[in-house]
């Protein structure tokens, strides 16, 4: 942060007992329900998300600190402190203070992104038209559309972002709104009446609550998902490998295997072990694990490939329970023609660590990026024509041309929109021609153009 926005000494100040035991209870106030709940510490929170974000999380809870006025003499620590210690302070370091004493929270839908320099910023929660913010950093990072929980401040004539920045996805955004309307709203309304500034400024510790709900549930779910077959089993990938016992040929294994009802030959050295087509749905895996399977066009399941390489017969299969039926069948229908066999085994992970890095030398040839781009913009092109006559769930399934027939239809369609555009350009690569389709087109088409700000 430049030295103008430097609060090294604010902090310094927070140490004194008074100020102390205030933080306390403002840190509880924004962590207090998610450690609680989870059964955690700050350092656990630390652990899991990483240093930046644990002091993004204190950054929040320090600037909400800042505006709050407590029972101890000076009531509020930037008065306080500026009373006191301003004189050590240059003029721009004292604005950003008292910027930052006045503040509020909010969340704010960004645009018109130029990085290293500054966005445009659309309070959600208040309203009113787009503000210009200088900013350098974020800028580097956000895209189109993106929604960040922040605190726009003006100094020395220009709006800035203060120190806790906080990105919220969409599922974030509506538990925001939630908890919001259960603060502000009036019985059962479903809309969030607008909050005054000293309003929104209480309910700060919201926006930390709701951002840590939506990060710990999904770092969780991340952690806690295995990849599951269709059987419900762990998948951990098994090669077994039949040696062929001496004397015997190829041709003799492949007459073997031909009497085999399993088996589905594919070409002279590989067939297809298939389990029953199955009745209904396939057995159901543990709550939030990944169902992987394989299917034939008439829906037979793929439980693993049988392959002749050599002298050795090879089982490919996806489960450790698979790998023993198969072994028992190949076995039962081989008897003495193979040998013991071997087992390699390989999990999901070593697998994908396994995957061999694309070598540009030796890549086989790849479409000039112009063309590749033109391929997949005129494709989009395509799929979103047919997508403006078909129900979109978004848009309470129906088409986005039924929607914009009615006001909030067309709020809809224009949330839509930015959904759409903020996925595509949240590729990693700014070039790539997902992240470059151009929107436009379908907000003239709908005539939504004035809700794209």
């Not at 003499?73 to 402190?81: C, Q, T």
Request: hydrophobic letters at 40%.
């Amino acid at each position: 942060m430049p030295s103008s926005h430097d609060l090294k000494g604010l902090m310094k100040f927070l140490s004194r007992d008074e100020w102390r035991d205030c933080f306390e209870d403002v840190l509880d106030d924004h962590f207090g329900p998610v450690l609680d709940a989870s059964n955690m510490d700050f350092d656990d929170l630390a652990e899991m998300l990483g240093d930046h974000w644990a002091m993004t999380l204190w950054g929040c809870a320090f600037e909400d600190f800042l505006t709050q006025d407590f029972d101890v003499e000076g009531g509020n620590i930037v008065d306080e402190y500026l009373k006191r210690r301003g004189w050590k302070e240059g003029a721009h370091a004292k604005t950003y203070m008292k910027a930052l004493r006045t503040s509020v929270m909010s969340l704010y839908e960004v645009s018109d992104i130029v990085s290293g320099k500054s966005l445009m910023a659309r309070d959600l929660i208040r309203g009113g038209d787009p503000v210009l913010v200088s900013e350098a950093t974020a800028t580097k990072t956000l895209q189109q559309w993106d929604r960040v929980a922040a605190r726009i401040v003006p100094v020395a004539g220009k709006n800035i972002i203060g120190g806790g920045l906080l990105p919220f996805r969409p599922e974030a955004s509506d538990a925001l709104f939630d908890g919001l309307r259960a603060i502000f709203g009036k019985g059962r309304s479903k809309k969030l009446p607008v909050p005054t500034n000293e309003e929104l400024q209480q309910a700060a510790p919201v926006f930390t609550v709701a951002w840590l709900f939506d990060t710990l549930d999904r770092t969780m779910r991340m952690e806690q998902t295995t990849f599951e077959n269709g059987d419900g089993d762990a998948i951990v990938f098994h090669d077994v490998r039949f040696p062929l016992a001496s004397g015997i040929t190829q041709k003799e294994i492949t007459a073997r295997l031909k009497t085999v009802p399993a088996l589905r030959q594919e070409n002279a050295k590989f067939w297809n072990w298939l389990g029953d087509i199955p009745k209904g749905r396939l057995k159901a895996g543990k709550s939030g694990n990944l169902a992987w399977d394989t299917t034939m066009e008439d829906g037979a399941r793929v439980l693993g490939n049988v392959e002749l390489k050599g002298r050795t017969l090879h089982l490919s299969t996806n489960s450790a329970a698979r790998a023993e039926k198969g072994t028992a069948l190949l076995q039962g229908a081989l008897n003495d023609l193979v040998g013991r066999p071997l087992t390699e085994i390989r999990t999901v992970e070593q697998m994908m660590a396994e995957r061999p890095v694309r070598d540009k030398d030796t890549a086989g040839p790849e479409l000039p990026p112009e063309i590749a781009t033109k391929v997949v913009h005129e494709f989009l092109d395509k799929q979103y024509r047919e997508t403006l006559d078909q129900p979109v769930g978004m848009l309470g399934n129906i088409s986005p041309r039924e929607a914009i027939k009615t006001a909030k239809g067309r709020e809809k369609a224009a949330e839509w929109l930015k959904y759409l555009e903020n996925r595509s350009s949240s590729q990693p690569d700014p070039n790539d021609p997902m992240a470059t389709y151009d929107f436009r087109w379908i907000w003239a088409q709908l005539g939504i153009e004035n809700l794209r700000r």
